[in-house]
């Protein structure tokens, strides 16, 4: 069954940091690149960082550019994201998905999450 | 970019459930629709406008232009209870909307 789980959430004080890891089981991780999106307490949907399939290609959301990086490890399957600096805006559900690629018309490619993780809770708070 | 997204929606039992979702010129862009509820991962529903991935129920259907995108749920059941969001790309940057949350009373 093609899966995706994450690991490495939990409580940590302001300024600290944290390394979630997102395993994937049942399908060729390399073909696939991997995003993180998170989900604040009461709020919505939050797109944090992607990696391309291969690792050529990095991208981080503004606000967390410069703390947060995202990285692949392909020998073990695993995408991790490390969280540097952490502040307590931070603190959500953090979900890992899989990009898969439609190829359009023309050639171009439109890129959409079609497996998702169950996510991991990271909590920033003194 | 901003996706806008109504907060909720309600809607009876069998009835069709319509979840707008609007941007600048959103029509010349692509767009994703998940499915979130609460407890477990987001769901894809839509992608790519209107195509639905298997498993998808083909009640869902979605569609795209001009400034608005749309999500609309044909004989909605009590198991569409949920938050939807859309989503769309600004570059490499993925968009998401503030999420709709429907009601199925």
């Known amino acids: 069954q093609v899966q995706l789980v994450e690991s490495g959430g939990g409580v940590v004080q302001p300024g600290r940091s944290l390394r979630l890891s997102c395993v994937a089981s049942?399908?060729?991780?390399?073909?696939?690149?991997i995003h993180w999106v998170r989900q604040a307490p009461g709020k919505g949907l939050e797109w944090v960082a992607m990696i391309k399939y291969d690792g050529s290609q990095k991208y981080h959301e503004d606000s967390v550019k410069g703390r947060f990086t995202i990285s692949r490890g392909d020998s073990k399957n695993t995408v991790f994201l490390q969280m540097n600096g952490l502040r307590a805006e931070d603190t959500a559900v953090y979900y890992c998905?899989?990009?898969?690629?439609?190829?359009?018309?023309?050639?171009?490619?439109?890129?959409?999450?079609?497996?998702w993780g169950k996510g991991t809770t990271v909590t920033v708070s003194s | 970019y901003e996706l806008t997204q109504t907060p909720s929606v309600s809607v009876s039992p069998g009835q069709t459930a319509t979840i707008p979702c609007s941007g600048d010129?959103?029509?010349?862009?692509?767009v994703s629709w998940y499915q979130h509820k609460p407890g477990q991962s987001p769901l894809l529903v839509i992608y790519q406008d209107y195509k639905r991935p298997s498993g998808t129920p083909q009640r869902f259907s979605g569609s795209n232009s001009a400034n608005t995108a749309t999500l609309t749920i044909s004989g909605t059941q009590a198991v569409d209870e949920a938050h939807y969001y859309c989503?769309?790309?600004?570059?490499?940057?993925?968009?998401f909307g503030g999420g709709t949350k429907l009601t199925v009373l």
């Open positions: 010129k959103l029509g010349d862009r692509y």
């Open positions: 049942a399908f060729t991780f390399s073909d696939y690149g």
């Open positions: 998905a899989r990009e898969d690629i439609a190829v359009l018309p023309g050639g171009d490619y439109y890129y959409y999450m079609d497996v």
């Open positions: 989503q769309a790309w600004d570059s490499s940057t993925a968009i």
